[in-house]
Each structure stands twice: as C-alpha cells, then as structure tokens.
C-alpha cells in the first residue's frame, strides 16, 4: 500500500470511531470552506499529501507523523478534548474561555471497561495544591460532565460566581447548601450557598495514569 492510500486509511477509520460522519469531521477541523476538497481527497479523487496530513493531525491535535504510520495505534484509542481552563484545587479561578487545547488520546478498551460515554468526557488540568495528595498541580482529570448528582465525598469540578473549583464535596443536611473541602487541611473548604451561582461541571472519575 503507497503512503497516501495508508493516509487516507488511517485517517477514514478515526473518522469513522470518533465521529458521527465526516460532515463534523470538517466542521472540527474548521474547513468549511474547504469541504469539497477534503470530500476529494477520503474518496481518493484528489492528492492526500505531507503538508495537508500534517496539518490534519495539528487540527485534530494527533502525534505528528502518526497518519503515515501503516498499524492500527489509531484505532486503539478514543481522543478527549482537554480544554484549557484549569480547575483550581486553591482559592478558585476565573473562567475566561472554553478553548479546546488539545485532544488526548485514551485507551479506547478502558473506557469501554468503564462504560463511559466518551461524548460526556472532558479533560482538565488541576491549578495548586489544595487537592493535595492525590490530585497534583499540574496533574489532568477526566471530567464526566453527565454526572451532575452531587454525592457526599466524591471529587467534582464546580463554577462559582465564574470560578471554577476542583472539590471533595458534601451536603449540609437540610440545606441546599453544600460545602467543597480540600484534602489537604492546609487549604480552606469552599462553601457554596442556594444564594450563589453555581454549575456542576462534572464530577472526576479519573486522574490521568491514576484511578480515583
């Protein structure tokens, strides 16, 4: 098989494991304009060259190179956007945007051991040292954003008045209220009010190369 129909291969199967058709494929990378080439180019109408699969895998945020490579790594993993808010495991921090950095590949076969729904996953990095020892500064989470029931002691990321909090969370019986603790008891717990703005982002299933 020449390196263009390996490309082209390559690049159909994540398409077809990580999108619901190739229409969001193009609005993902942003080549709208640019639709009926790229429908040119899966069909093997038109050249599938370096400098465009190159430029696909920065879109999409892949390894540099891997759409060359004639093994089936693609289709071993699920990708997850992490975006670039950081979920502050201190005093807070504000939400400026929503930008997608990246999109991180994770072992398709986990997840699926998991039964997650990789349409509910997010991924964030954790800011400061509050959450201290499990969660480190630095350290990425996985997001499950479906899960907006908060239950005593588990790990949720949090929006308060545009702040946004990574928690160990628990109810204050008879309130609305709930009260975000840190693990480590240098730090100040975070009390969150029926008065207050608050969204549940999601609750932390899982630290990148460690179970939660």
């Given at each position: 098989m020449d390196q263009e129909n390996i490309r082209r291969?390559?690049?159909?199967?994540?398409?077809k494991a990580n999108f619901s058709n190739r229409n969001d494929f193009i609005d993902k990378i942003?080549?709208?304009?640019?639709r009926g080439s790229f429908y040119e180019i899966l069909k093997g109408?038109?050249?599938?060259?370096?400098?465009?699969?190159r430029k696909i895998e920065e879109q999409l945020g892949l390894k540099y190179g891997i759409l060359d490579k004639p093994n089936d790594e693609l289709q071993n993993v699920i990708y997850i956007p992490e975006y670039n808010i950081k979920l502050s495991a201190g005093n807070g921090c504000n939400v400026l945007d929503e930008e997608v950095l990246r999109q991180c590949p994770v072992d398709r076969d986990f997840i699926r051991q998991k039964n997650w729904q990789t349409d509910n996953l997010v991924i964030f990095s954790v800011n400061g040292d509050s959450m201290l020892p499990d969660y480190q500064s630095g350290c990425r989470v996985?997001?499950?954003?479906?899960?907006k029931e908060l239950v005593d002691c588990k790990v949720y990321a949090l929006c308060k008045n545009n702040e946004v909090f990574l928690k160990r969370i628990f109810r204050e019986i008879g309130t609305m209220n709930f009260v975000g603790k840190s693990d480590n008891n240098m730090f100040p717990n975070v009390n969150f009010t029926a008065n207050d703005d608050v969204r549940v982002i999601g609750r932390v299933v899982y630290i990148l190369g460690k179970f939660v």
């Open positions: 291969n390559n690049l159909l199967n994540y398409i942003g080549e709208n304009k640019n109408v038109r050249p599938f060259g370096e400098r465009k699969a996985i997001v499950d954003t479906s899960i």
